[in-house]
């Protein structure tokens, strides 16, 4: 029997849309395309003398799922001289497909490739939009090798400093070719074999418009009325608190409004949950760009006046 070939890892499309695997040619040379200069791109990241080299990157189109797969053989890579190439990157090349080359080989340097695209994903996900790289409040774990990046939300996520760095490099619409072929009924995989286990990275057509930076039709400005920098008081429900993110929910004429203390805890709050009241406070049209583009107002609010006593026991502060 034929040994069953490793990979190193794989990109994949897997749904309704994929009929036995199979896509059709243009989504699937999008497809190869795309994933050739997600990959290359980050090769380069690691070894900037590779770009002085033209060379392939072998993959194999499995069946079942639309797979296009690394193989683990990658030593075997054909590096090409002539027009493509000097001799130094050539020589580059081939120290690192025999893991000559500062201790790390060729296949160490795909498989990072193909982490790095995992993480870009991670990030672009958690932030909302892969145009943002600056960082605000960022935390600092592990001798500071992994950095916590705040989203709109106040939630953290942690990333090796080095993949932070690649995603600071990375143009915004890298990640495009393979994205745009996302559909409810097709999710795009990022697959990557690390010590015999497999972690994948998926992205669904939720999350599509962040790699495929697609323009959406233009939201309606929430409340116009409430502009930013204006003072207000505003009778509504405290519906929710969250002490990581310091942010409290505040039902106003059928929306939730993020609000956020002036100075302080929420803690202090917490009896006003439920609860009928007015907010006093100040309106903020700033996105999370720092521009004044938001379409939902948030409030930066000074105190919370309760108009019923009625106080109830909560477990949503946490």
């Known amino acids: 029997m034929e040994k069953e070939e490793k990979y190193l890892g794989y990109l994949k499309y897997d749904g309704e849309m994929v009929d036995e695997g199979f896509m059709d040619a243009r989504k699937s040379a999008q497809a190869l395309l795309g994933f050739d200069e997600a990959v290359r791109f980050f090769m380069f990241q690691q070894s900037p003398d590779l770009r002085k080299t033209d060379f392939e990157l072998p993959v194999r189109v499995k069946k079942g799922s639309f797979v296009i797969a690394i193989p683990e053989l990658v030593e075997l890579i054909k ?8 001799a130094y990157g050539i ?20 498989r990072k490739s193909l982490l790095a695209i995992q993480w870009i ?3 672009g996900k958690h932030l909302g939009d892969m145009a943002i790289k600056k960082f605000v409040d960022v935390k600092f ?5 992994l950095i916590g990046i705040r989203n709109s939300e106040g939630e953290y996520l942690y990333v090796p400093r080095e993949f932070l760095e690649f995603y600071a490099a990375t143009p915004p619409k890298l990640l495009a070719k393979i994205s745009e072929l996302i559909e409810e009924q097709r999710v795009l995989s990022i697959g990557v074999y690390q010590d015999g286990e497999l972690v994948e990275e998926t992205v669904t057509k939720k999350y599509r418009k ?5 323009t959406e039709e233009q939201e309606e400005i929430l409340f116009p009325e409430l502009m930013h920098g204006q003072n207000v008081v505003l009778e509504g429900e405290v519906t929710r608190g969250n002490e990581m993110s310091n942010t409290i929910g505040f039902g106003y004429r059928g929306h939730i ?11 202090e709050f917490k009896p006003a949950l439920f609860l009928k009241c007015r907010i006093h406070g100040s309106i ?10 938001a379409k939902r107002p948030k409030i930066i609010f000074r105190y919370i006046e309760p108009l019923t006593n009625d106080t109830k026991e909560s477990s949503l502060f946490d």
């Open 79 to 86: 590096i090409a001289g002539g027009a493509m190439g000097t």
């Open 91 to 110: 020589q580059a090349a081939q120290k690192m497909a025999e893991r000559d080359f500062e201790n790390f080989g060729l296949k160490d340097a795909f």
């Open 121 to 123: 994903m991670k990030i």
């Open 141 to 145: 774990k592990d001798n500071n090798e």
């Open 210 to 214: 962040i790699f495929t930076q697609e």
């Open 257 to 267: 409004l993020t609000c956020i203390p002036e100075y302080g805890s929420i803690v």
């Open 284 to 293: 903020s049209r700033l996105d999370d760009k720092g521009k004044l583009n």
